[in-house]
Structure formats: structure tokens, C-alpha cells
């Protein structure tokens, strides 16, 4: 073997041993973002507190640069939680959180025993059929329904409406698939979704104890630092993702890996190499809190900026990139077509991404209250693979991570483009 070749295959050698590193680290990072100590990245066990912590601490351990002597950006938020277990059963048929059910997210704390009552999907045509369902007495009734037909509720007359909204103890609605979310209030009505195969619709009884801890101030903190950049350092390049998920709903974690640990790793990825390879914009690196429960970190941030506004060059969001088999979608895209093209050709250049769609404006993560702000604001989301979402099966063994890499090398292209 000649010099030449020895030297190529040892080139070789080291290029994968990095790139394997860096998926590792990618992978490591996941899994702590994911692991039982963070509780879900949630408010209940201070899960995103000591979420947080680990973020400052590996951003510290990278080198990057405090604002104002620390990386939190304190503020506080109203939601509410379910720090205990959370029991529902059909009859003796126990259900399980988070696989047969979940609680929508704005409960009060209710416990019981109840009949059910079903709704009769025909009294929406069928004047008599509607007689009859609504001469039944509701009080203290549970209320089951399929979710589909929660629109034609609207139908209803008022007593009607009046009637389920008031009489009832509780509702259920049928689902093929549990969405969980955060609720920064707390409802009057108690209310369960279930999966409509784990039901038995034979089941004429329904027991139910939802404990719910309402609290008014929780103290949160957006997590913010940067890499000082060589020659432009005025102006800022800004990289944003959620840190926060659901956390735990009455023993049920939701963990998200896809939602949003994968946009973290992908922010810690980022940091790693402009710490070494440092770059003519200073890099901002954000990662807000209380994103589920209604872009609240992220709009506080553009609230109480640490630098003007009016800095940022442009800001990428990064949410849901633990997949891409079918590409990327640029949210305001379409409102920047002229950066939009930059990616296409970008990704073109490379074959990185077998595509990159673009979308209009769209209130459906953290870049959102920038762009309200006149910030250039990009969200970058990856498509297919796993349909995991807001569910207690968005983990991080089952995360594909499929073209993470190919979406690290658009973002540091599209930031050498600048
Ligand atoms: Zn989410």
C-alpha cells in the first residue's frame, strides 16, 4: 500500500470516527433530555428546572457566552398539573394513562362513580331520536362521546347545550389517536380521552379519580447564550428550540424526543461546532421554556430581549428535526422566498433532503412572536417516519434521526451563505 493511500484511508478513518461521534453525542444528549430525571421536561417534579440545569451546564462545558452573567431568563407561568396518579376504570376493567387515556389537560380534580350516558349520533338528523336522548336525566352522569362529532354539537340548542355543558359530571370523548397537551388554566368540567379501542362499550358504569394541582405562579426560565462572532459580531444569527414537553400527567410521562429533545441536541450540535469553528456572525442559542403551554417563553423572550431585536439577521427555529425522510418544511418560507431558495439550492447542491417545502406564516412554535416583531424568522420541521406526537410513545429509541445530519450541514451552509 502506497503513502498516499495509507494517508487516504487513515482520512477516512478519522472522518467516520467523528461523524459516528457526533451521532453518538446526538444520541447521548437524547436520552438525557429523555431520561425519568427530567419527569418530561414538565412542571411537575421540576422537570424542566433540572432540564435546564443540564442545558446550562453543557452549554457552559461548550464555552459559550452569558448576556447578563447567566443564561436564565427567568418568568413565571400559571398551569395545571396532575402530580397524582390518575385512575379510571370501565366497570372492573381498569384503564392505563397515558395507553388507554388521558385527561384533557385544563381538569379539575374530580373522583366518583358514575353512569354513563351515550350520545346518540343520530339526534343530530332525527328530531325524535333527540327527544328522547335529552328527556334522560344527565345529572351526575358521565358523557360519552365520539370525538368526530364534537362539531355538530354546535346543532344543539342552548337548554340543549346547557344541559350536557352543566348536568353532566364528566365527559369522554372517543379518540382513534391521544394528543396530549398543557393548559396555563383550569376548566370547569372535568374531561377523559380515550382511545376508542381500549373502551368497552358494554360498560354501564365508570369510576374516576382525576387529582388536579392548579398553580398560579410556577417559576420557569428561558435558557439564552452565544458564541461572539469574528467579524460581523453585531449582528446575530439566532438558533431557538423548545426545552419543555408535557412532563407527567397523573403518572404517565410524556418524554418527547421528537418534541423537542431533537431540537435541542440539534442546538448543542450547533454550539460544538461554531465553538470551533467560529463564525463571522455571533451565534445566539435560545431555548425556551413553556412552549406547550402556548409559546410563552418565546414570547416573553421578544417581551424582554437581552439585545435589541432589531440585531437579528435571522432567527431559525428548530422543532420536531428527529426525522426527514420526506424533508423538511420552512414555515414563512413563502413569506422569504428569496432565503427559501437559498435552502433549495443549498440542499440541491448536496442532495441533502429529498425536499424542502415551504409554508406561510404559521403561529405554531417559538419563531412565531418574532416574526410578529419584524424578525426574520425561519421554523424548520422534518417530515415522516414515526407519527409519535404528543403522546407517551415520542421516544427516543424509536426516533429515526434519519437525515439529522443532512439538516446540520443545511443550517451551517445556509449560515456560511450569509
Ligand atoms: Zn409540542
Not at 464555552?63 to 398539573?81: D, E, H, R
Not at 343530530?124 to 355538530?152: C, G, H, L
Not at 415520542?394 to 437525515?403: C, G, I, M, N, V
Request: overall charge positive.
Amino acid at each position: 500500500m502506497c503513502r498516499k493511500s495509507i494517508l487516504l484511508v487513515s482520512l477516512f478513518v478519522i472522518l467516520q470516527n467523528s461523524l459516528a461521534q457526533d451521532i453518538t453525542r446526538v444520541k447521548s444528549n437524547l436520552m438525557t433530555l429523555c431520561s425519568p430525571k427530567f419527569n418530561g421536561r414538565g412542571y411537575v417534579g421540576k422537570g424542566d428546572s433540572i432540564a435546564a440545569q443540564w442545558i446550562a451546564q453543557e452549554w457552559q462545558k461548550i464555552g459559550l457566552k452569558t448576556f447578563n452573567n447567566s443564561y436564565f431568563q427567568p418568568f413565571n407561568l400559571s398551569v395545571n398539573t396532575f402530580p397524582q396518579p390518575i385512575q379510571i376504570s370501565l366497570g372492573k376493567k381498569k384503564l392505563k394513562i397515558g395507553e388507554d387515556f388521558i385527561v384533557g389537560s385544563g381538569s379539575p380534580s374530580v373522583f366518583g362513580k358514575a353512569s354513563i350516558i351515550y350520545l346518540d349520533t343520530l339526534i343530530f338528523d332525527n328530531p325524535e331520536r333527540k327527544s328522547a336522548f335529552f328527556k334522560q336525566d344527565f345529572r351526575k352522569k358521565a358523557f360519552v362521546y365520539p370525538a368526530k362529532y364534537e362539531k355538530q354539537f354546535s346543532k344543539l340548542n342552548s337548554q340543549e347545550t346547557q344541559k350536557i355543558l352543566h348536568e353532566t359530571i364528566l365527559w369522554v370523548s372517543l379518540h382513534d389517536k391521544l394528543t396530549a397537551s398543557v393548559s396555563t388554566n383550569q376548566d370547569e368540567k372535568a374531561e377523559v380521552m380515550a382511545l376508542r379501542s381500549s373502551w368497552d362499550y358494554k360498560a354501564k358504569k365508570i369510576s374516576y379519580n382525576i387529582r388536579a394541582k392548579f398553580i398560579e405562579k410556577y417559576q420557569t426560565q428561558n435558557i439564552i447564550g452565544y458564541i461572539q462572532g469574528t467579524s460581523k459580531s453585531d449582528s446575530m444569527v439566532v438558533f431557538t428550540g423548545h426545552y419543555d414537553h408535557l412532563g407527567n400527567m397523573g403518572g404517565a410521562c410524556f418524554i418527547g424526543a421528537n418534541d423537542n429533545a431533537s431540537g435541542i441536541s440539534m442546538l448543542m450540535e450547533l454550539a460544538h461546532y461554531y465553538a470551533q469553528n467560529p463564525p463571522a456572525y455571533t451565534v445566539v442559542f435560545m431555548a425556551f421554556a413553556a412552549e406547550e403551554a402556548g409559546l410563552i417563553g418565546s414570547k416573553f423572550y421578544t417581551e424582554n430581549p437581552v439585545f435589541d431585536l432589531k440585531k437579528i439577521k435571522v432567527l431559525i427555529n428548530l422543532d420536531l428535526v428527529g426525522t426527514g425522510d420526506e424533508g423538511i418544511t420552512i414555515v414563512n418560507g413563502a413569506v422569504f422566498e428569496k432565503d427559501f431558495q437559498k435552502f433549495v439550492e443549498l440542499n440541491d447542491a448536496k442532495k441533502l433532503l429529498p425536499k424542502v417545502v415551504k409554508r406561510g406564516k404559521a403561529a405554531n412554535s417559538d419563531h412565531y412572536f418574532f416574526s410578529e416583531k419584524g424578525v426574520k424568522a425561519f421554523f424548520i420541521y422534518t417530515m415522516g417516519g414515526i407519527k409519535a406526537y404528543h403522546d407517551v410513545y415520542d421516544k427516543p429509541e424509536t426516533l429515526p434521526l434519519t437525515k439529522y445530519k443532512e439538516v446540520f450541514t443545511l443550517l451551517t451552509d445556509y449560515v456560511k451563505s450569509l
